[in-house]
């Protein structure tokens, strides 16, 4: 760390947005740059609430670290590669801009109350969608299934490398494409690739259909591959874990919060395997995260069907169906509740 | 009469939690503050004086939100 200049930066108030574009759920990222602003690349992945270090390790931010060095030490020459590295431009400047923020939040910390005057970067995020509902328009797929984990499409990374595939997993669209265990990507889209991080800012950005470049190393030689991204490749992206999945509830659910039950408690239900079964672990109490509640839905409810489907499904697929009908729509939907099945209606706001 | 102070005991004790976890968290950010300010490598949550230490010292930068 000698060899740079740190800044810790413990607050989103006044963030350049367009210049550190990162996944705003995180509680860690790191951007390494030059002193103009050109971006070396950045660091920090999630995938999981409580298991924070699945995607990070010490030793891999060391090598993201040492890869930025090689990267500063080539610069300028190695300028025109880096630039896309930095992304597109952001809807607004800095996040107190967003109109669901301004107002409540400056583009400085209150000295006297730090925390509260302090933007969350998830706020962002979901700013960034109330932007779209509140427009009466569907979430699109990068803001509802941001910066997706590359498992996706079948690439799983080693978390104390710099991007190096750990497995590809069989039958996956990666391994159609080539890609083995053991793979260091070097470049992605002909962008420098230092972190698992670099890898999904590429993916984050990417059309759908999509086929991207990627130079790799495999056995100290160099090649070319292909990573091919189909029309509905976001779709197993999971982004209930997400800090901003609890404004997703409130939008799509009402409030709750599920997960599947336990085999026990689904088979004293009566609930057949291999069906829809979520488990009401929370049914939000109060003002707009209270709607499913005052709906009827109680905790421990099990919703067994929704919208005539009784197929399984995770609450980020739930939500996501509930998030592609209207706004203030009710979705017909079945719990099981002591035994007893009862119909209501899921609302939506 | 008892469901209005039963639910008002609740919204004050609720009340009362939250500002005890702001005030917790605001400890643990002054702490995190000195300690990071101490150990003497990090600019702490000034952008423009790290970019302005990155262009006198030739170094590169290193920004972690958190």
Redesign the interface.
């Known amino acids: 760390?000698?060899?740079?200049?740190?800044?810790?930066?413990?607050?989103?108030n006044g963030?350049d947005l367009a210049r550190?574009q990162?996944d705003p759920d995180?509680?860690?990222?790191?951007?390494?740059?030059?002193?103009d602003?050109t971006l070396?690349g950045r660091f920090g992945s999630r995938s999981d609430m409580k298991d924070a270090e699945r995607e990070i390790s010490v030793e891999g931010f060391g090598k993201a670290?040492a890869a930025?060095?090689e990267l500063?030490k080539g610069f300028p020459a190695n300028k025109s590669s880096l630039l896309a590295k930095t992304g597109p431009p952001t809807r607004f400047k800095s996040p107190e801009e967003y109109p669901s923020l301004k107002g409540r939040y400056q583009r400085t910390l209150d000295p006297e109350k730090?925390?509260?005057s302090c933007v969350h970067?998830h706020q962002v995020l979901e700013a960034e969608r109330k932007m779209y509902r509140s427009a009466g328009r569907p979430i699109p797929d990068e803001w509802l299934r941001p910066w997706p984990m590359p498992d996706v499409v079948g690439l799983s990374f080693d978390p104390k490398e710099k991007a190096k595939l750990r497995s590809v997993a069989a039958g996956s669209s990666a391994a159609r494409d080539g890609f083995k265990a053991g793979d260091e990507i070097l470049t992605l889209e002909g962008q420098p690739i230092i972190s698992i991080a670099d890898v999904q800012f590429v993916m984050h950005f990417a059309k759908a259909p999509a086929a991207l470049k990627a130079e790799v190393l495999r056995a100290g030689k160099k090649s070319s591959l292909t990573l091919t991204l189909a029309a509905d490749w976001r779709r197993p992206s999971n982004f209930a874990w997400r800090p901003s999945a609890w404004d997703l509830r409130r939008m799509g659910t009402g409030g709750l919060k599920l997960d599947p039950p336990s085999s026990d408690l689904a088979t004293k239900a009566g609930i057949a395997p291999n069906s829809l079964a979520l488990e009401i672990k929370h049914a939000g109490e109060y003002g707009e995260h209270a709607l499913a509640k005052n709906a009827g839905f109680r905790k421990g409810d099990i919703i067994v069907a929704v919208d005539g489907k009784s197929a399984p499904m995770t609450e980020a697929e739930l939500l996501a169906l509930m998030l592609a009908k209207p706004v203030g729509a009710k979705v017909p939907a079945t719990v099981v509740r002591g035994g007893q099945r009862l119909d209501l209606q899921i609302p939506t706001q | 009469m008892l469901h209005r102070t039963v639910l008002l005991s609740g919204l004050l004790l609720a009340g009362a939690g939250a500002i005890q976890a702001a005030e917790n968290r605001l400890e643990r950010v002054k702490k995190d503050r000195a300690d990071v300010t101490a150990g003497g490598l990090w600019v702490y949550n000034d952008l423009d004086q790290g970019f302005a230490e990155a262009r006198r010292t030739g170094k590169p930068l290193a920004v972690v939100f958190r």
């Open positions: 760390m000698k060899q740079f200049v740190g800044v810790r930066v413990v607050q989103f963030t550190f990162f995180l509680t860690y990222a790191a951007f390494f740059m030059n002193a602003g070396y670290l930025a060095l500063h730090p925390v509260q970067c």
